[in-house]
């Protein structure tokens, strides 16, 4: 996990995205208005909405030694993204950088725990995409998702 937050620029290529199959690219943040997606979450007291409690379970069944792997990969994450400047992401009065940060520290929670599970997948592909600068926030009611 360190070489992948190692270096990461937060954020610099929002509105870019190419959507591949399963996925939806925003061009501005006015175009969230239309999509009717579900955001993604951005406290760690959310309930994941791909894995449910599944991987905590077969973190805690199996015995690994997981919470200070996952809080070591936190902490770096919550130190790169204090390089991120105050509404880096923001429309007219709204200010969405903390969620958009809070989001990038859930998304690498989520991921951790899926690299420790053995169960890579969405959480994993996700932080790919913040790595590429862009921000993976939301999920419409068929599950694409939506990444500006």
């Known amino acids: 996990m360190t070489d992948i937050l190692d270096g990461i620029e937060w954020f610099g290529a929002l509105g870019s995205y ?10 501005g943040m006015h175009a969230w208005d239309s999509t009717r997606m579900a955001w993604l979450p951005t406290s760690r007291d959310q309930p994941d909405p791909i894995h449910g409690k599944e991987l ?18 936190y902490k770096l994450a919550l130190q790169s993204l204090r390089a991120v400047p105050d509404k880096t992401i923001s429309s007219e009065p709204h200010d969405f950088t903390p969620a958009a940060t809070g989001a990038a520290l859930y998304c690498v929670r989520m991921a951790s725990l899926e690299i420790l599970a053995q169960r890579q997948g969405f959480w994993c592909e996700a932080l790919a995409l913040y790595r590429q600068g862009h921000w993976p926030c939301g999920l419409l009611h068929d599950g694409t998702l939506v990444v500006f």
């Open 56 to 73: 905590l379970q077969l973190l805690k069944q199996n015995g690994a030694p997981w919470q200070q792997q996952v809080m070591a990969n």
């Open 18 to 27: 190419r959507a591949q199959p399963g996925q939806l690219a925003l061009a």
